[in-house]
């Protein structure tokens, strides 16, 4: 899964879980809302390109 996401993706997501530890050292509970919101927004995203992947013939 690593090698998919490539070096952008990987620094992308390193960035993002050290913002959300960062945020956990302040709030435990907004730190978990932020996560629980990503979390959210991976899934509807990867819907969409599914989707529209699907519409177009490539899955």
């Given at each position: 899964?690593?090698?998919?996401?490539?070096?952008?993706?990987?620094?992308?997501?390193?960035?993002?879980?050290?913002?959300?530890?960062?945020?956990?050292l302040?709030?435990?509970?907004?730190?978990?809302?932020?996560a629980?919101?990503?979390?959210?927004?991976?899934?509807?995203?990867?819907?969409v390109?599914?989707?529209?992947?699907?519409?177009?013939?490539?899955?």
């Amino acid at each position: 899964m690593i090698r998919k996401l490539g070096p952008v993706g990987v620094g992308g997501s390193v960035l993002v879980l050290v913002g959300i530890a960062l945020v956990a050292l302040e709030s435990l509970q907004i730190a978990v809302g932020i996560a629980l919101v990503l979390f959210g927004l991976a899934v509807v995203v990867q819907a969409v390109v599914r989707s529209v992947l699907g519409a177009w013939g490539m899955m």
